[in-house]
């Protein structure tokens, strides 16, 4: 008796979660986003019947078609709603390929290619967001497995040290399995892993001509380029689902541009990433007998320097992280006066180098609700909290 309350209650809080496997409470909070999405000044054009006539298609069927038109305003949203993101202030720009269409992991990834060509622009970057097939009725779904379209492959030696971005050991691995061989550089692009409904997961190379790259150099030190660094133009993060109006979209990789730190103070500094400030500290000849010299801070000053002059050399758009902070602290100001909450996580708005001399780290701001639709949401587990 008492086993089978507990097990009873157990049900109703994860229903109350809004698990997903529990699908009346789904439905319920799918009906309840749909009808807010709709209720948003952003859509007051629409005509009424528009709300009604979705509502009642999901309570039918348990989804309904959105219009570009839908989505675009939706996606646009999403962005402006993600607590992580600092360059919200650039919400309004956003573009869609509809790639809804989409039948097979081919249709994906030509889609994807577009999507890197658009969003390059030849080194003028724009803000694009792909929008694949929503899940089928049965749950199946279409999904890219790379966290980027372009992410550097990670090899480990047989003396344990790895060649390449070590957060990208494990995508390696499955693309090997897969039959994948990389050249065995520290910069090869992975292809992308594209799974759908009925296929099983396909490789496909990312054609080179699509991967705008930056080679660095420093404005004053000329042996910077001799240590054979790059990194590729475009963050485009491909493993969020995109929520709108009860609706998710699994499959939509979206770009913004590169605030130099991402590169500089967090991929070729982390240690468990390209680990470069050592051989970079080696290279100014600091004194390094002890970390109270800050030789580890001063060569990432460098480095953040090379990374900032390089993008400018390439004609590749990149903004620094005192620009994007004033940027984002004049778009929560523009928020507030527009009478919106602008709901922001304080931890990932400031930059990982240098916050107290930028205008972001000196004030509050609304909590961070990872629940507001729409959204731009993470299906990463554990992991580091700041990547
Ligand atoms: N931090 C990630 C990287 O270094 C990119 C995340 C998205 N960044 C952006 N500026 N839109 O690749």
């Not at 807010?36 to 298609?57: D, G, I, M, N």
């Not at 957060?167 to 691995?173: F, N, P, Q, S, V």
């Amino acid at each position: 008796m008492t086993v089978a309350v507990g097990a009873n209650t157990q049900a109703t809080a994860q229903k109350r979660n809004g698990d997903p496997g529990s699908n009346d409470t789904d439905l319920a909070r799918r009906l309840r986003e749909c009808r807010e999405f709709f209720e948003l000044p952003e859509l007051a054009h629409l005509p009424a019947e528009r709300k009604t006539s979705v509502l009642k298609e999901m309570r039918r069927t348990g989804t309904y078609v959105q219009s570009a038109e839908e989505i675009l305003i939706g996606a646009k949203l999403a962005w402006r709603n993600h607590a992580r993101c600092v360059g919200r202030k650039h919400w309004r720009t956003l573009e869609l390929i509809d790639a809804r269409h989409a039948t097979s992991a081919q249709d994906i990834a030509d889609a994807c290619f577009e999507h890197l060509t658009v969003a390059t622009n030849g080194g003028a970057l724009r803000s694009i967001v792909t929008v694949g097939p929503p899940p089928l009725p049965d749950g199946r779904e279409y999904r890219i497995l790379n966290p980027q379209l372009i992410r550097y492959a990670g090899y480990r030696g047989a003396d344990g040290t790895v060649v390449g971005d070590p957060a990208h050991l494990e995508l390696t691995e499955l693309a090997q399995s897969l039959g994948w061989r990389g050249e065995g550089t520290a910069f090869d692009v992975l292809p992308l892993m594209i799974s759908t409904p009925d296929e099983p997961v396909q490789l496909f190379d990312v054609p080179s001509e699509l991967v705008l790259e930056v080679p660095l150099v420093h404005p004053n030190y000329r042996w910077f380029a001799d240590l054979g660094l790059k990194w590729h133009a475009v963050p485009a993060v491909s493993d969020m689902d995109l929520e709108i109006g009860g609706v998710r979209y699994p499959c939509a990789p979206f770009n913004g541009w590169y605030v130099n730190t991402e590169v500089g103070a967090r991929n070729f500094s982390d240690t468990d990433r390209y680990d470069m400030l050592p051989t970079i500290a080696k290279k100014l000849r600091l004194d390094r007998s002890s970390d109270r010299t800050l030789w580890k801070d001063r060569a990432l000053v460098e480095l953040n320097r090379a990374v900032i002059h390089s993008f400018r050399e390439s004609g590749a758009y990149m903004v620094d992280h005192h620009t994007v902070a004033k940027q984002f602290v004049d778009h929560v100001e523009r928020e507030a006066k527009a009478g919106r909450s602008c709901p922001t996580d304080w931890s990932w708005i400031n930059p990982p180098m240098s916050s107290s001399i930028t205008p972001t780290f000196h004030r509050l701001y609304d909590p961070p609700d990872l629940d507001i639709r729409p959204n731009f949401v993470s299906r990463r587990g554990s992991g580091c909290p700041f990547s």
